[in-house]
């Protein structure tokens, strides 16, 4: 790929955005107009809001942004537990995510190494992991509720079960495929299994290991919305579908946006972490 | 008669069948020794097992019939008196050439300090010419300082014997050279016993006391020991106009191109694998 002029890249981003808030301006400010019979399952379906007080138009940039300014400008205000601002529901999401994720990390490393080490152990773990991988971590959410009883930590191990296997199998690929000639080099120098394991495998298999736990945070912040939507009270999830019940489509816009620039920053920051670990060979 | 240092008291190294190839027999019968403070080089064309031989001799490969015997006891895997220096460098890409060289130090000496382990690494790193690269990854690094750090990395251990797989095949002929002569010189005032595997008929003449010729595999043999008798000290460009000199050259290059090969399917008669015969080429003369 030929390096681009970052300048010229920005600006062609700045215009994208100029146009598609220009058509989203005009869309709904034409759409403002359309009134009509609501439909009968629609209005069940958006709930007690929209059936008292009709439709409400789809919001323009310029009431999204304002809405947008307001939760910025106060975003950890506590007025019920139904009313809390938007950083707080952030800061309940982003702890939900990082305790799951530390907790798997925990689990999935050490485990990965046992099993990219030891054949045997591989062979027996195998069949669990190919049958439990596949399952919608959401699926898990009746099984943690009815044991733990508490949503809270029923997200947090949910979002445990979801980043517990692209970090297990990456760090057993990595593991395994630890150049021969450099486990030779610590067999020659008589180092340890402890010293081989820290010295020479855990930084051959940093990077890959790293890129297991960057696509395991991805997939907990896509988890983490959905399941907060299924068991409510706070986060970032509880708080567009609490948004969704008062139609308030301005807050559910914003927490949108908000929720892709934090799923964003977690993965540059792990983007950042494995550039620290690679290495050129 | 008296055991040498490093006795080899007949290997064979066999792979059981494998779906789609039979059982193979690399080498076997092989008996060879070297004696103290020698330099040994080992001759033979692609694939007859030279490398296995040497992997087994550094303990990394195991699964080896007979013995290898070194200072009167049977080696029982790899071990720090024995170093490696691998045809493929195999430094350590995540550390610089000084860490690489460090991890051997603290290897031998687990119990000195930081500033103690950075002295012996500067004085091995000023050793093998690499003052300036030190804080070098191997990325970054010519493939001749990458094998000056493998250098480096072996006698950092204050090894016993020093083990070397072609370590200068991948090289250019000027490095090659240059490299030579510094082994050369390290093994000479340090009085390592040396082992190296080389296809280079000229660096054999040039480092070695004796040289192994060995027939081509499968069942491959060594057929011969040749006694390199040019007198020392000999550099790359004096090497060349010993007397005996081309006798001994031509004597290892018709092996190689035609006798390796005749060898390979049936020994003379006379031929003992415990004894295998000395040949002087360059006394003929
Ligand atoms: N894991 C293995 N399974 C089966 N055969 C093997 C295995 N490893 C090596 N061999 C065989 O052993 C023989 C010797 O290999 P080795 O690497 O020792 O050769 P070499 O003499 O070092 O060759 P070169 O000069 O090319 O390095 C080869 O014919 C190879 O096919
Ligand atoms: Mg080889």
Known sequence: MRATRPFASLALSALILTVLVAFWQIASSSGASQTGPVDAEYAALVGAAAAAGGQSPFPSPAEVGTRMLEHLADPFYVRGTNDQGIGIQLAYSLGRVLAGYALAALLAIPLGFAIGMSPLMYGALNPFIQVLRPISPLAWMPLALYTIRDSGASSIFVIFICSIWPMLLNTAFGVASVRREWLNVARTLECGRLRTALHVILPAAAPTIMTGMRISIGIAWLVIVAAEMLVGGTGIGYFVWNQWNNLSLADIITAILVIGIVGMTLDQALAVATRAVAYQD | ?285
């Not at chain 2, 490095?175 to 050369?184: A, D, I, K, M, S």
């Open chain 2, 1 to 285: 008669m008296r055991r040498p240092f490093v006795s080899v008291e007949g290997i064979a190294r066999r792979f059981p069948a494998t779906r789609g190839a039979p059982p193979q027999t690399v080498f076997e019968d092989v008996w060879f020794g070297i004696q103290e403070g020698e330099f040994v080089c080992l001759i033979g064309h692609s694939g007859c097992g030279k490398t296995t031989i040497l992997n087994i001799l550094a303990g990394l490969d195991r699964d080896y019939e007979g013995a290898v015997v070194v200072g009167g006891r049977e080696i029982d895997g790899p071990s720090l008196d024995r170093a490696v220096i691998f045809q493929s460098h195999a430094l350590l890409p995540w550390l610089t050439a000084e860490a690489n060289i460090a991890f051997a130090i603290r290897s031998r000496h687990p119990g000195w300090g930081r500033a103690r382990v950075a002295e012996a690494c500067r004085s091995w790193i000023d050793l093998v010419g690499l003052t300036g690269a030190a804080s070098k990854r191997p990325a970054q690094l010519s493939g001749g300082m990458k094998q000056r750090v493998g250098i480096a990395r072996a006698l950092a251990v204050e090894p016993k014997i020093l083990l070397m797989d072609e370590p200068f095949s991948a090289l250019d002929a000027l490095t090659r050279g240059t490299l030579q002569e510094e082994v050369n010189r390290i093994v000479a005032e340090t009085k390592l016993t040396a082992f190296m595997i080389t296809h280079d008929v000229d660096e054999a003449i040039l480092l070695a006391d004796r040289i192994l010729l060995m027939t081509n595999g499968p069942q491959a043999k060594i057929a011969e020991v040749v006694v390199n008798t040019l007198p020392r000290p000999r550099t790359r460009h004096d090497v060349h106009h010993l007397p005996g000199y081309y006798d001994l050259r031509n004597h290892i290059i018709d092996f190689l191109v035609d006798r390796s090969r005749r060898l390979a399917r049936t020994m003379p008669p006379e031929w003992n694998p415990r004894r295998v015969p000395e040949v002087r080429p360059a006394l003929a003369a």
